[in-house]
């Protein structure tokens, strides 16, 4: 019988000894957000920096550390970051020039893992080994399988504050190469500020969702305030990328029982969790949870199984067309495609299903109309004119779908701020889409 503890202790390792195996040219995957290794990647960096070593590659999916090859401009050609989805280090090092994008959808990464690179290292954080060798890999499933699958080194920070999955990806000590301990508290989201225009936007989309119906929400104001608006409804089920603290307010009320769901009924389905510590901690040996990987939870294919699926996600600019950008302000880099057009096309294949995108009608302090009759120059189009469903701003629901673009554009007008509504009518008159 294997001894699984004397395994542990023969893998067991510094951040520090990890760093020397690196070598120029290494490429390393980490996993998504809450699941990423800040000992070992600045043991790496600071290796790299007193080192000659050149060309290192990291890809990371939503940076929630402060991560150096995104902060240091001087690591520039020695270590570089890649982007497939960008908090705010990653951001801020796209557009200073410094770092790079990795454009996809998210669905799709563990196709790109196994098809397109060859990983050197996968870096992951995980909870403590149980009893039989095995570490969850705590509150995510995204593109694990495909990383273990395809990276010659698989380096584990076991951290005593992960939660331990159990309908999740799980790891065995036998194919870790080296382990590393470090306990820390796990990154959360701030509290959100749920103001009078976002509970506007939210309760109108709620009056939209029927007991039963199948939900996914977005982070931000306009989710939470959406979800705060279904706590009086009854049956709703669960099929989310992100997993929020929103919904564990929704099953902890009785709003959400998955028992309408045609598929995983009884169970919440995502891919990750982030949040504060009360989702850390919800999650935690809970049979409710499932945390499956983002090729099989993102599928559209998959998501419209479930009837009166709802997808609820935020843009920053909608055009008269109904293409939305939400991963760019012009040429300025933001975030990413993620899952939105997955779950819009999901929806909207699900039988009664309904996809919204909600936003508030005006930016910087109401200067600016979000409503425009093109996309900002350079602005990326997240969800195209041929898939947006419902848009959605504090003064009412535009249903686009199926529509001309007379009647789209006459729908966004008479959701748009007030103010702007006559500039926007001279537009669209200008350009010969409305008489």
Known sequence: MTDYKA????????????AEQVQSNWLFGMDTGPSQTPAIMSAVANKIRNSDITGVKVQTLLDVY???FYADETLKGKMTGYSWFSSGGARKAVNAGYADLLPTYYRDIPRHIRVEYEYDAFCVSVSPMDSHGYFS?????????????KAKRIFVEVNDQQPRCLCGTQIHVSQVDAIVEFNHELPVLPPVVIDETSRTIGNLIAEQIPDGACIQLGIGAIPDATGMALKAKHDLGIHTEMFTDSMVELI?????NNSKKQIHRGKSVTTFAYGSKRIYDYIDDNPAIEILPVDYVNDPEVIC???????INAALEVDFFG?????????KHMSGSGGQIDYVRGACQSRGGKSFIAFTSTAKGGTIS???????????CTTSKNDVDYIVTEYGIAH???RSLGERTKQLIAIAHPDFRDELTFEAKKRGILI
Request: a negative charge; proline letters at 5%.
């Open 7 to 18: 395994l542990y202790a023969q893998k067991l390792t510094s951040a520090d000894a990890v």
């Open 66 to 68: 402060p991560y150096e």
């Open 137 to 149: 890999l705590a509150n995510n499933g995204s593109y694990a399988e495909a990383m273990m699958d």
């Open 252 to 256: 902890e009320c009785g709003a959400v």
């Open 305 to 311: 199984k479930n009837d009166n699926m709802i997808s």
């Open 323 to 331: 293409q939305v950008c939400a991963e760019s302000v012009g040429t």
């Open 370 to 380: 979000k409503i425009k009759p093109i996309l900002t120059p350079g602005a990326i």
């Open 400 to 402: 686009l779908r199926g």
